[in-house]
């Protein structure tokens, strides 16, 4: 009789976070089976670093078009990014979801490949483990608390804030 251990931090159930099949997950979300998704969850605002991410982004989906970004969450950057998905034509390339339940979150980051977390200042960001948890492999701005469980180069990338050319 065994019991299951719940691993709990910051009040976050991280059992819900675990790597499931990723085809699973995308058909469910009407997601490509053929492209690699990076995945941002949070706030669009300037303290998260988002306009940094989206300037980069069209450099990225030139190089490789079989990448697709998710935005989940809401903010005072949102209509601006959307329009300037719009004018940049790379609407194919980048989905916004809007705001999601927490207790879906998991199956959005096992659809993904990547987690990418621009922030340009952060604590300990609960959305980082519990992407690392689902196994994704995370790209993060090297701020607040990140670098306490991502090492560079070994279990993710860390990269300087407002960095787009990084």
Same mark, same amino acid.
């Given at each position: 009789n065994k019991e299951k251990v719940?691993?709990?931090y910051n009040g976050i159930d991280l059992n819900n976070?675990?790597?499931?099949?990723?085809?699973? +997950?995308?058909k469910k979300f009407?997601?490509?089976?053929?492209? *690699?998704?990076?995945l941002y969850v949070g706030w669009m605002t300037k303290a998260?670093?988002?306009? +940094?991410?989206?300037?980069?982004?069209p450099n990225l989906i030139r190089k490789n078009k079989k990448i697709l970004?998710?935005?989940?969450?809401?903010?005072?950057? *949102?209509?601006i990014l959307i329009k300037k998905v719009e004018k940049l034509k790379i609407s194919q390339n980048i989905k916004f979801l809007g705001q999601k339940p927490h207790h879906e979150?998991?199956? +959005?980051?096992?659809?993904?490949?990547? +987690?990418?977390?621009?922030?340009l200042a952060e604590g300990m960001p609960n959305n980082v483990l519990e992407a690392m948890a689902s196994g994704l492999a995370i790209i993060s701005t090297d701020v607040g608390g990140v670098k306490d469980f991502i090492i560079n180069e070994k279990?993710?990338?860390?990269?300087?804030? *407002?960095?787009? *050319?990084?």
């Open positions: 719940k691993l709990i976070f675990k790597p499931r099949n990723k085809n699973i +997950y995308r009407n997601l490509p089976l053929d492209k *690699k998704i990076i998260k670093g988002v306009d +940094y991410l989206f300037d980069t982004i970004f998710l935005f989940i969450g809401e903010g005072d950057l *949102k209509d979150l998991p199956y +959005y980051m096992n659809a993904a490949d990547i +987690y990418i977390l621009p922030s279990n993710g990338l860390l990269i300087k804030p *407002k960095s787009s *050319k990084e």
